[in-house]
């Protein structure tokens, strides 16, 4: 069991180095903050290299149900890639589960499932692959129903539920698939856990930012722009609006780089009721509790900008 827990508190470490391998989970069409997250991922090849892309299920005023919220994102993550002239890419694309998990211990069989289930067993504990989640964690959760062993082998950078503080769990990717969240955060995988309300919504881009950092700079940048001010005066934001980016952290905490604060937290766990239970002995978990939101708008423009 100790020499568990060290492997665990290992992996649990900013990976060092240029070879860190990285799969995606993103439920692309739902907001424009996974765009901006996919691109800064994709133009951070120096360091990352992508192994996958997975299309993850949503369920909102944009999509009709969860399936149609997969496929929806599918075209989306195409979309970008075109955009970004990454016709290279367009092979590593899967889509995803079509429904969220009925029970803890039944996977949903997907494309995306299969494929990490299949393409984490060549890693180790000592070189993990790491998975950038976005989105609903249904794929994940169903991987690691498929294949267990594979927990040791993996870290899950997932940007989910709310700050441990806050007064429920009610956040659109915890909220959506319960289930598949206490897959993850019970199951003793190396797990960083972005919070949205409490830490990462401070990370909010405006209008005139847009305008002066990524306007004109390449398509990518246009496109962006205008699809997120576009976003922001639909839901009735106001003159001076701000839209929330906060995908984008999730691909920063594996970037070499002081973005953001973290510290070890006993893994919480998520409940049906919409809250957190907290027991202090459960495994480790990497808890961002603070983002650099100044020093990484600077990275992110440049470098979707370059």
């Not at 890419?89 to 803890?104: A, H």
């Not at 129903?145 to 950078?157: F, G, Q």
């Amino acid at each position: 069991m100790e020499q568990d827990n060290a492997g665990l508190l290992k992996r649990l470490r900013k990976p060092s180095g240029k070879d860190i391998d990285v799969i995606i989970d993103t439920d692309t069409y739902n907001e424009i903050d996974d765009q901006f997250a996919l691109a800064f991922l994709i133009k951070s090849d120096e360091r990352l290299h992508l192994k996958g892309i997975y299309a993850a299920p949503f369920y909102n005023a944009n999509s009709s149900s969860p399936a149609d919220g997969m496929e929806k994102s599918y075209d989306e993550i195409l979309n970008i890639l075109t955009l970004m002239k990454r016709e290279d890419l367009k092979g590593i694309v899967k889509k995803g589960s079509t429904k969220y998990l009925p029970l803890e211990t039944e996977a949903v069989d997907s494309p995306a499932a299969k494929h990490l289930a299949e393409i984490a067993m060549s890693y180790t504990e000592d070189k993990p692959l790491y998975i950038v989640a976005i989105g609903a964690i249904t794929n994940i959760a169903s991987a690691l129903i498929l294949r267990p062993e594979i927990k040791d082998r993996i870290v899950l950078v997932w940007l989910g539920g709310h700050a441990h503080h806050w007064p429920d769990t009610k956040e659109f990717n915890m909220f959506q698939d319960v289930a598949a969240a206490r897959v993850v955060f019970g199951c003793g995988i190396a797990l960083v856990q972005l919070p949205c309300m409490g830490v990462v919504s401070s990370f909010t881009v405006s209008g005139p930012e847009l305008e002066y950092w990524l306007r004109g700079k390449n398509e990518l940048c246009d496109y962006l722009t205008e699809y997120t001010t576009k976003s922001a005066i639909k839901d009735g934001g106001m003159p001076n609006w701000t839209r929330v980016v906060w995908d984008v952290t999730a691909v920063a905490w594996l970037l070499d780089g002081d973005y953001m604060l973290d510290r070890l937290e006993p893994s919480p766990i998520p409940q049906y009721d919409h809250h957190y239970g907290f027991d202090p002995n459960r495994h480790f978990i990497r808890y961002v509790y603070h983002i650099n939101r100044d020093k990484l708008f600077k990275t992110l423009f440049d470098t979707l900008a370059k």
